[in-house]
C-alpha cells in the first residue's frame, strides 16, 4: 500500500480541501445586523489551511515517510516487509468497507442477522477457522443485543424479524 | 464541620454504599468498552436512578462517572482505543508502554494518579467551591477566546514529529467543527442540504473512526502493532508503580492542579485539561525527548489534570448551574430532577445534601484504586484472545456504538469515512490528536471569538485591556514565540560555529 503514503499528495489534498472551504465560506451570507457572519471562521481556516498545505507539499522532505515495519511479528502471522500479501489486502477490504454493507444491510436484514453475517465474514478473512468464525458472529451478536437493545434500550432495527420482536425481547 | 459529618451520616447507608459499589462496577465496564464513554453510561442510568432517593441516586452518578473516565484508560493503554476524548491526551503514550510490555505500569500510574487527581478535585470542590467558582465566572469571551487558544497550542505542541502536520490535522478537526448549525448566527453551514448534518458530525462516531479505525485496518494489512502487545504475569502487573509515583509527584500536583482550575471553566472540561497537562509535562519533564515512545510522566500529569477536572467542573455546575463539560450537565439535570436545583440558594437551603454528594465524589474517587486494579487485572484477559476474533468484535463494538450514541446509520457512515481519512493521514505520519481537539474546542473558540469580535466592535485591543485576558494573551503569544525564538537562536548560533 505504498501509494497510500505519500506527504506531498496529502499537502495537495489539504490544499484543495482549503481551497473548497474557502469557496463555500464566501457564499455564506449572514444576518444584515451581524458584523461578523458564519463565514468568516471557515474562511479563515480555508485560508490557512492552504497555506500549511502549500508548505507540507512542496518542502523538501515531502516524499513517502518511512515505512513503519513491524519489529516484532506474531508468531501466527507472517512478518511484514511493509508491502502486505495479496490476503492481507482483501481483508484490508473487506474491513474497509465492511461498515458501508452494515449500513445498507442494517435496516432491510436488521440487527440479528446483519451483524453475526457480518463478524463471522471479518473472523474469516483474519484467518479464523469456520466454527471460530460462525461462534464469534453469533456470541459477540448476542452480546451487543443484550448490551444495547436489552440493557440500554437502544433500538436497533429488527429488519426482517420484525414481527418476532417481542418474543426476541427477553429483559 | 456540622454539615459534613451529617453529609457524611447520610453517605453510610448500607444501600447507599451497595448502591456505589453497583454503580462503579457498571462504570468500569461501560468506560472499558471501546465506544463507550463516561457520558453515555451516566445517561443511561439515568431513568434507573429516577426511582431513587436522591442520595443513593447522585452517590451512583459520581461513582460512575469516576470509573468510567478511569476506565476509558484501559481500551486506550492496552488497545489504543482511548474510551474517552480527555484519555486520547495519553493514550499514544499508554500505548507504547503497553508494547514495551509495561502495560501494568502505565495503567497503574495512571490509576493511582487519577485517584489522587480525583480526590483533590473534590477537597477543593468541598473547601472552596463558591470562590473558585467567583473566579471562574469573572471569564467573558475574551479570557474564554484565549483558553481555547492555549487548548489549540496544546494540541499543536503534542504532536510528535512535524508541527506542520499536527497544525493541519488540527485546522481538519476544526474544519469538521463547522459542518452544521453555527453557534452564532444560528445558519446552517456545510449541510449541502442533507437533515443528517444538520446537527454536525457526531464527536463519538468521530472519535471511533479516528482512533478504532485505523487501528483494525492496520491490523488487516497485517502491520497493527496490536500483535505486538505484551502480556505481563498478574503478579508484576504494577510492579515499578510506587516508584515512579514518587518521581512523579510533582507532575502529579501539577496535573491536579491544572485539571482543578481548567475543569472549573465552564466550557472547558477535562479534554483540554488532560491535554494541556500532557503538553505541560511535556515541557517541562527531563524526559521531554523520550514522550511518544512510551514514558509514564505524560501519564502521571495527564491522568490526574483528568479526574480532578471533574471536581473542578462540578464547581460553576452546582453553585452557579453552570456545565463544565456534557457529563456535568448531565449530573446538574440529575441535580434538578432530585429537587436539588443548582445555585448559591442550595448551600443554605440543603447544605447537607449537597456536601453529601461533594463526599460521594470524594469516597468514589477512593474506591478507584481497589477497583481500578481488579478491572487492569480482569482486561489483561482481552489480550489473549486471538487478534482474528477480538478485531471483528471490536468492530462489531464501535459500529453499534457509533449508532447507540446517535440513534441513526449515518453515525456508522460517519464512523468509517472518518476511519477511512485517520488511516491515510495515520500512513503519512500526521498525528490525530489534533484533529479530535481541534473538533472540540472548535465550536468554544469560534463562539468567543465573534462574541469578542462583535462587543468590541473590531478592536482588536479590547482581547488584552482586562488584566485576566492579558494575561492569559501573554501566555499564549508567549508559547508561540519562546520556541520560534530558540530555534532562531540556536540557528545563528549554529551559523556562527561555521567557520
Redesign the interface.
Known amino acids: 500500500?505504498r501509494w497510500?503514503?505519500?506527504?506531498r499528495a496529502?499537502g495537495i489534498g489539504?490544499i484543495l480541501?482549503?481551497l473548497v472551504?474557502l469557496a463555500?465560506s464566501l457564499d455564506?451570507e449572514?444576518?444584515r445586523h451581524?458584523?461578523?457572519?458564519?463565514g468568516?471562521?471557515?474562511s479563515a481556516?480555508?485560508i490557512?489551511?492552504v497555506l500549511?498545505?502549500l508548505?507540507?507539499a512542496f518542502?523538501r522532505d515531502s516524499g513517502a515517510?518511512e515505512a513503519?515495519v513491524?519489529?516484532?511479528?506474531?508468531a501466527?502471522?507472517?512478518p511484514?516487509d511493509g508491502e502486505?500479501?495479496r490476503d492481507?489486502?482483501a481483508?484490508?477490504a473487506?474491513?474497509?468497507v465492511?461498515?458501508?454493507v452494515?449500513?445498507l444491510a442494517?435496516?432491510i436484514l436488521g440487527?440479528l442477522i446483519a451483524?453475526p453475517v457480518?463478524?463471522?465474514v471479518?473472523?474469516l478473512?483474519?484467518?479464523?477457522r469456520w466454527p471460530?468464525a460462525v461462534a464469534?458472529?453469533v456470541v459477540?451478536?448476542v452480546l451487543?443485543q443484550t448490551i444495547?437493545q436489552q440493557v440500554?434500550?437502544?433500538?436497533?432495527p429488527w429488519g426482517l424479524l420484525e414481527r418476532y420482536a417481542g418474543v426476541l425481547t427477553w429483559m | 464541620m456540622d454539615v459534613i459529618v451529617q453529609a457524611a451520616a447520610l453517605l453510610a447507608d448500607p444501600y447507599v454504599i451497595l448502591v456505589m459499589v453497583a454503580a462503579s462496577i457498571y462504570g468500569l465496564a461501560v468506560g472499558s468498552v471501546p465506544g463507550l464513554t463516561a457520558t453515555m453510561a451516566v445517561a443511561?442510568i439515568i431513568?434507573i436512578t429516577f426511582f431513587m432517593d436522591p442520595i443513593p441516586a447522585l452517590a451512583a452518578v459520581m461513582s460512575l462517572s469516576a470509573m468510567a473516565i478511569f476506565a476509558g484508560d484501559l481500551p486506550g493503554a492496552l488497545l489504543r482505543i482511548p474510551g474517552t476524548p480527555a484519555s486520547a491526551a495519553y493514550a499514544n503514550e499508554a500505548y507504547a508502554m503497553t508494547r514495551k510490555g509495561q502495560a501494568g505500569l502505565a495503567l497503574g500510574v495512571g490509576l493511582v494518579c487519577s485517584a489522587i487527581g480525583g480526590i483533590v478535585g473534590a477537597v477543593v470542590l468541598i473547601a472552596a467551591a463558591p470562590w473558585l467558582a467567583r473566579i471562574a465566572l469573572q471569564f467573558s469571551s475574551y479570557e474564554k477566546f484565549w483558553l481555547a487558544c492555549l487548548g489549540l497550542l496544546a494540541a499543536i505542541a503534542v504532536s510528535q514529529r512535524s508541527w506542520?502536520?499536527g497544525?493541519?490535522s488540527l485546522?481538519?478537526g476544526?474544519?469538521i467543527a463547522?459542518i452544521g448549525l453555527?453557534p452564532?448566527?444560528g445558519?446552517m453551514?456545510?449541510t449541502f442540504g442533507f437533515s443528517d448534518l444538520a446537527g454536525g458530525l457526531g464527536f463519538i462516531p468521530v472519535l471511533i473512526g479516528f482512533f478504532a479505525?485505523p487501528e483494525?485496518?492496520r491490523?488487516?494489512?497485517?502491520?497493527?502493532?496490536t500483535?505486538?502487545v505484551k502480556s505481563q504475569p498478574a503478579r508484576r502487573l504494577f510492579s515499578g508503580v510506587g516508584r515512579e509515583l514518587v518521581r512523579q509527584r510533582g507532575g502529579i500536583a501539577r496535573g491536579s492542579v491544572i485539571g482543578t482550575v481548567i475543569g472549573s471553566i465552564p466550557g472547558a472540561g477535562a479534554d483540554i485539561a488532560a491535554y494541556v497537562s500532557y503538553a505541560v509535562a511535556r515541557r517541562l519533564s527531563p524526559r521531554r525527548d523520550r514522550f511518544g515512545t512510551g514514558v509514564p510522566d505524560g501519564i502521571a500529569s495527564a491522568s490526574a489534570a483528568n479526574n480532578s477536572s471533574i471536581g473542578g467542573a462540578l464547581v460553576p455546575a452546582t453553585v452557579f448551574g453552570i456545565p463544565g463539560d456534557s457529563l456535568t450537565a448531565i449530573i446538574i439535570g440529575v441535580l434538578f430532577l432530585k429537587g436539588l436545583n443548582p445555585g448559591p440558594s442550595v448551600f443554605l437551603v440543603n447544605p447537607e445534601l449537597i456536601t453529601a454528594v461533594f463526599l460521594a465524589f470524594l469516597l468514589a474517587n477512593v474506591m478507584i484504586v481497589p477497583f481500578g486494579f481488579a478491572a487492569i487485572a480482569g482486561f489483561q484477559y482481552v489480550l489473549r484472545v486471538?487478534?482474528?476474533?477480538l478485531?471483528?468484535?471490536i468492530?462489531?463494538?464501535c459500529?453499534?456504538g457509533a449508532?447507540?450514541v446517535e440513534?441513526t446509520?449515518f453515525a456508522?457512515?460517519t464512523?468509517?469515512a472518518m476511519?477511512?481519512v485517520a488511516f491515510?493521514?495515520e500512513?503519512?505520519?500526521?498525528p490525530l490528536a489534533p484533529a479530535i481537539l481541534g473538533l472540540v474546542i472548535g465550536p468554544m473558540?469560534?463562539e468567543n471569538?465573534?462574541l469578542s469580535?462583535?462587543r468590541a466592535?473590531?478592536n482588536l485591543f479590547a482581547f488584552v485591556e482586562r488584566p485576566v485576558s492579558m494575561g492569559l494573551a501573554i501566555v499564549v503569544i508567549g508559547l508561540c514565540l519562546v520556541p520560534l525564538a530558540l530555534f532562531l537562536a540556536r540557528r545563528l548560533r549554529h551559523s556562527d560555529r561555521r567557520p
Open positions: 500500500m497510500l503514503r505519500h506527504t496529502t489539504f480541501l482549503g472551504v463555500l455564506l449572514g444576518p451581524m458584523a461578523y457572519g458564519p468568516l471562521f471557515p481556516l480555508g490557512l489551511m500549511a498545505g508548505v507540507v518542502s515517510p513503519s513491524d519489529p516484532e511479528p506474531a501466527d502471522e507472517p511484514s502486505p500479501s492481507r489486502v481483508a484490508f473487506v474491513f474497509a465492511a461498515p458501508f452494515f449500513v442494517l435496516p440487527f451483524t457480518l463478524i463471522a471479518l473472523a478473512v483474519s484467518g479464523a471460530t464469534t458472529g459477540s451478536t451487543l444495547f440500554m434500550r437502544v433500538p436497533l | 443511561l431513568p506542520i502536520k497544525f493541519l485546522l481538519l476544526l474544519t463547522q453555527d452564532v448566527s445558519l453551514r456545510f479505525v483494525l485496518l491490523y488487516a494489512l497485517g502491520r497493527s502493532p500483535r505486538t486471538p487478534r482474528s476474533v478485531m471483528p468484535v468492530l462489531g463494538f459500529m453499534v449508532f447507540a440513534n446509520v456508522i457512515l464512523m468509517a476511519g477511512l491515510v493521514l500512513e503519512n505520519d500526521y473558540l469560534e471569538l465573534l469580535l462583535t466592535r473590531g
